[in-house]
């Protein structure tokens, strides 16, 4: 089946700073390529340096005067993400652009973070959490959109409120789910707190549908040596154009919430296909779970805060 070419215009953006979690493979990689083509300068804050410095050369491969920095940071430590927060601060730059797109997806057994948190709910959401408080200076200065990166999953499920680190009924995919859907009450109660206390940044929630990343790929730092059968299958379909995106379609609703000048927040940008599984990049209601109460996600922000001994300012 011949694939419709889907893709979106990246205004310029010269002069501007974005930071990009996750950028050294799969989604976050083309999200750095494509920023960097658009001018921005990019930093590639990543885990392995290994994988960082070769995604950067892919990147100058593409566009040889791409500006583009590595920087270390390891989302399941609190005090990698403090370290990274005073790095960047210490640089005394503002960030216009913050795509939080990094994560971990249904590791074989129930594990835990440096912190001792559950690891998806640690690394995807919790990280990213304190990531954005060690940053909000930064963030303020250049009047930033952050953009967090969903789930399909985020469609079902909830908040664990009893049992938030899934210590005694460990399920993997609920729990991942519940880290995208923390994540996206995120997003929005950032938004909301944002316009209240004056801080002049805008906040976006996106999902990438499903394509054949990395996610379900092999993972030996999490304990999946192998590939899982579900990898296998997408990556078959989206070899044929069935139904999912591509490794390169994939970025696109985050790209597009992060830099479209008339990004709104309060909506989900996601894949415009059936069942949101690919498909040019649209806005679309928010899922069921993400349109909790206020208060609700007000409860998580202040969990948040007391978990992360990250406490964002009122005014």
């Not at 609703?253 to 927040?265: G, K, N, Q």
Request: charged share 20%.
């Amino acid at each position: 089946m011949r694939r419709r070419p889907v893709d979106i215009s990246i205004p310029d953006l010269s002069g501007r700073r974005a930071v990009v979690t996750g950028a050294s493979d799969g989604m976050g990689l083309e999200m750095a390529k494509r920023l960097a083509a658009a001018g921005a300068e990019v930093v590639m804050p990543v885990r392995n340096p290994r994988k960082g410095a070769a995604a950067v050369a892919e990147i100058r491969a593409r566009c040889p005067e791409a500006k583009v920095a590595l920087r270390d940071l390891d989302l399941s430590s609190l005090e990698s993400v403090a370290a990274l927060g005073a790095t960047l601060r210490a640089e005394d730059r503002p960030i216009h652009l913050l795509i939080n797109n990094a994560g971990v997806m249904t590791p074989p057994d129930r594990q835990t973070t440096a912190d001792g948190f559950e690891l998806q709910f640690g690394t995807n959401y919790l990280g990213h959490f304190a990531l954005v408080g060690h940053l909000l200076p930064l963030l303020r200065a250049g009047g930033a959109r952050v953009t967090s990166q969903l789930s399909i999953a985020a469609r079902r499920g909830g908040i664990n409120w009893a049992d938030l680190n899934w210590e005694r009924s460990y399920d993997g995919r609920r729990a991942y789910a519940q880290s995208k859907i923390a994540f996206g009450l995120f997003g929005l109660e950032l938004e909301r707190r944002s316009r209240a206390q004056g801080w002049g940044i805008t906040s976006t929630i996106s999902h990438p549908g499903v394509a054949p990343t990395s996610l379900l790929a092999a993972r030996p730092e999490i304990g999946r040596s192998g590939d899982t059968p579900s990898i296998r299958v997408i990556r078959a379909l989206s070899a044929r154009g069935i139904l999912l995106g591509t490794v390169e379609t994939a970025p696109l609703p985050a790209l597009l919430a992060a830099t479209d000048p008339d990004a709104e927040p309060g909506v989900l940008y996601a894949p415009s296909g059936a069942g949101h599984l690919g498909g040019p990049p649209v806005k679309h209601r928010l899922y069921a779970p993400l349109r909790a109460t206020e208060e609700e996600a007000s409860r998580l922000w202040r969990v948040s805060e007391q978990l992360t001994a990250t406490a964002l300012p009122t005014a």
